[in-house]
């Protein structure tokens, strides 16, 4: 596939996304400034990878709230089940770790 076909289908998978979810991606930055309303210091690389499940987890949280009334798709309630499994797993490991 030539790079102008392949750049067809992802704007076309863009926009089909982004009807379900709307703008969700420009809604993270808020939603995380709140909750670290102090900011946030990352330097380790296991924070790194805690940090990088958190976001996905309130990524998976915005995309099903902006289909709460209309039909939500059941799988990023799974997906944050399994994120948070994921976190759990990390955060365990540090304590056996200190």
Known sequence: MKP????????LLYQLKNS???DSYKQAGKILAAIFDD??????EKDFNR????VHIITKLLRYS??????PDPDHMKDIA??????????EEEKECQ
């Open 66 to 71: 902006n289909n709460f009334f209309k039909e």
């Open 51 to 54: 940090f990088c499940i958190y």
């Open 39 to 44: 900011g946030i210091e990352i330097e380790s």
């Open 4 to 11: 102008d076909q392949a750049l067809h289908k992802l704007a």
């Open 20 to 22: 379900l979810y709307g």
């Open 82 to 91: 399994v994120y948070a499994t994921m976190l759990l797993e990390l955060d």
